[in-house]
């Protein structure tokens, strides 16, 4: 996991049930549907009273069966955002019916390093049922003054309303759904402690290297095109549609997240274009569990 840091967090977050697309850009990565899955849908701000260290330009959310069975690890670009103030995330996870947890979850700058502020284990859980599509609720992380010390609260709102019409503009494929409203009403707060507080490994741990073996069950240009990605300096990111046939690669500067899917967006013909969905962050695998193979079958819908 990534390093957190000393700091008093809120979070409060929107979640659906369902299949899931990663990222849509310039908004977030997608996931293709697959029968035996379920969708959940919700919905991510992270708010600073105080300027944080950096602009959240990415949100990598980690997911895990209650059984340990299932780990995944999905990526999103912001659909909205007001510098300095907050930034909005949508989140679609394609995942098997069951019972599921988010161990943790981080706002991430332009360098793929996770924001401290915006860095949190919130242990949030919920259910899926079989072959259906749920909002569960509005999440919103909201840092205080970023220095004071132990846990924050998580923020759970009801905003099914308000929201639905916004993701099924991003996820157009949800128009012919009934989503349901899995969302418990009112407010909640749930207790949220920093990812490094809650897993001192995090603190220490490095990413581990990625290599070319990543990109095996990739087409044989988006494999060169990936190599090429290996050889570029920090920050760096790498997106590709889900067949695999067209790839963007952003190398250093601001935004490498947005960028890259511009490229791989760009790098495609105007009359038929596909969505984009981010592959790799620096270091950082952003498949689902199961590398690239897991990856052709789960980028995004069409």
Request: charged share 15%; proline share 8%.
């Amino acid at each position: 996991m990534w390093p957190g840091r000393n700091g008093l967090a809120v979070l409060s977050m929107t979640v659906l049930v369902g299949c899931v697309p990663l990222q849509q850009p310039p908004r977030h990565a997608a996931h293709s549907t697959v029968s035996t899955n379920s969708t959940v849908l919700f919905s991510v701000t992270l708010t600073s009273a105080s300027a944080p260290d950096r602009e959240p330009t990415g949100l990598v959310v980690d997911v895990e069966s209650q059984s340990g069975a299932i780990r995944k690890q999905f990526a999103f670009t912001p659909n909205s955002r007001i510098p300095g103030h907050h930034t909005t995330f949508l989140v679609r996870l394609d995942l098997p019916a069951g019972a599921y947890g988010i161990p943790q979850f981080s706002g991430i700058a332009a360098d793929g390093k996770p924001i401290p502020q915006f860095d949190v284990a919130p242990q949030m859980t919920f259910n899926i049922r079989p072959k259906a599509t749920s909002y569960i609720g509005h999440v919103e992380l909201s840092n205080t003054d970023g220095t004071a010390a132990g846990a924050g609260r998580l923020v759970v709102a009801d905003a099914y309303e308000d929201e639905l019409p916004n993701f099924v503009h991003s996820w157009p494929a949800l128009r012919g759904r009934a989503i349901g409203h899995g969302t418990v009403p009112g407010v909640r707060q749930i207790p949220v402690a920093l990812a490094a507080q809650s897993n001192p490994k995090s603190a220490v741990a490095a990413p581990e290297k990625l290599n070319a073996s990543a990109a095996a069950g990739l087409p044989p240009t988006a494999q060169r095109a990936f190599r090429n990605f290996l050889h570029g300096s920090y920050p760096r990111a790498f997106a590709l549609t889900a067949s695999g046939q067209y790839t963007g690669v952003a190398i250093g500067g601001a935004d490498v997240i947005g960028r890259a899917l511009q490229d791989c967006k760009r790098a495609q013909p105007a009359e038929h274009r596909h969505l984009c969905r981010l592959f790799a962050l620096d270091d950082t695998l952003l498949a689902a569990s199961g590398g690239a193979a897991a990856t052709r079958r789960a980028a995004e819908g069409r």
